[in-house]
């Protein structure tokens, strides 16, 4: 049975993320709740959840030790496959900029900035069900791509330097990235835990995904 890390540095959607990707594992795969770094870099897949500022996430996760070189070797030594969600999709970029430039993990080469919505009575946050665009043929959107909504609560977005890697857009007030993709590497700014039926498709996908 295929081992998946949800890693815990804190984050607020630990047991939510938690549940659902049991739900979706139905069995199939041992969820196992983790900041040690031996069972990190052992994993067959790994799943970075994330709720807040970026500087506060990238701080709390940087402070587990060893846990971020163990992400990196099974990720980009192995080719493991990897899902941030929300903050933990914004992780991968280059660096955050809210409050302060604040360095990530540089997986994909992007900054993370304020959503800025044109358009009368529209807010930030983000937050409540919207539906995909530019929805690319990554399996584990299938889902949302047939025009299920999902769940966002958000200021900021991750706005990749390549095009080619944003694998999904959503409108606000103006497109920003939704999800994005490269190798081995997926993520998330919606929460599929929050997704209802569209989000367990996507976790159950992700658990079956062969990049």
Same mark, same amino acid.
Request: aromatic share 8%; hydrophobic share 45%.
């Given at each position: 049975?295929?081992?998946?890390?949800?890693?815990?540095?804190?984050?607020?959607?630990?047991?939510?993320?938690?549940?659902?990707?049991?739900?979706?594992?139905?069995?199939?795969?041992?969820?196992?709740?983790?900041?040690?770094? +031996?069972?990190?870099?052992?994993?067959?897949?790994?799943?970075?959840?994330?709720?807040?500022?970026?500087?506060?996430?990238?701080?709390?996760?940087?402070?587990?030790?060893?846990?971020? +070189?163990?992400?990196?070797?099974?990720?980009?030594?192995?080719?493991?496959?990897?899902?941030?969600?929300?903050?933990? $999709?914004?992780?991968?970029?280059?660096?955050?900029? !809210?409050?302060?430039?604040?360095?990530?993990?540089?997986?994909?080469?992007?900054?993370?900035?304020?959503? !800025?919505?044109?358009?009368?009575?529209?807010?930030?946050? *983000? $937050?409540?069900?919207?539906?995909?665009?530019?929805?690319?043929?990554?399996?584990?959107?299938?889902?949302?791509?047939?025009? !299920?909504?999902?769940?966002?609560? *958000?200021?900021?977005?991750?706005?990749?330097?390549?095009?080619?890697?944003?694998?999904?857009?959503?409108?606000?007030?103006?497109?920003?990235?939704?999800?994005?993709?490269?190798?081995?590497?997926?993520?998330?700014?919606? *929460?599929?835990?929050?997704?209802?039926?569209?989000?367990?498709?996507?976790?159950?996908?992700?658990? !079956?995904?062969?990049?």
């Amino acid at each position: 049975m295929q081992r998946v890390a949800l890693i815990d540095y804190g984050s607020g959607n630990l047991r939510s993320a938690e549940k659902a990707l049991v739900r979706a594992a139905d069995g199939s795969a041992d969820i196992v709740v983790t900041n040690d770094p +031996e069972t990190v870099e052992a994993a067959d897949r790994i799943v970075l959840p994330g709720v807040g500022a970026f500087a506060a996430c990238m701080s709390a996760l940087s402070e587990r030790t060893g846990v971020i +070189e163990a992400m990196t070797t099974a990720v980009q030594g192995r080719g493991v496959p990897f899902l941030g969600i929300c903050v933990g $999709m914004q992780l991968m970029a280059s660096r955050g900029l !809210e409050f302060r430039i604040t360095p990530g993990l540089g997986w994909i080469a992007g900054d993370v900035k304020a959503i !800025e919505p044109k358009g009368e009575g529209l807010k930030v946050p *983000h $937050m409540g069900w919207n539906t995909l665009t530019g929805v690319s043929d990554l399996p584990m959107l299938a889902g949302p791509k047939a025009g !299920e909504p999902v769940y966002f609560t *958000h200021s900021f977005a991750m706005f990749p330097q390549d095009p080619a890697d944003v694998a999904a857009y959503v409108d606000h007030g103006g497109q920003f990235p939704a999800a994005v993709a490269r190798g081995n590497l997926a993520g998330v700014q919606f *929460h599929p835990e929050k997704s209802q039926a569209a989000g367990l498709k996507l976790l159950a996908s992700f658990l !079956e995904w062969r990049p």
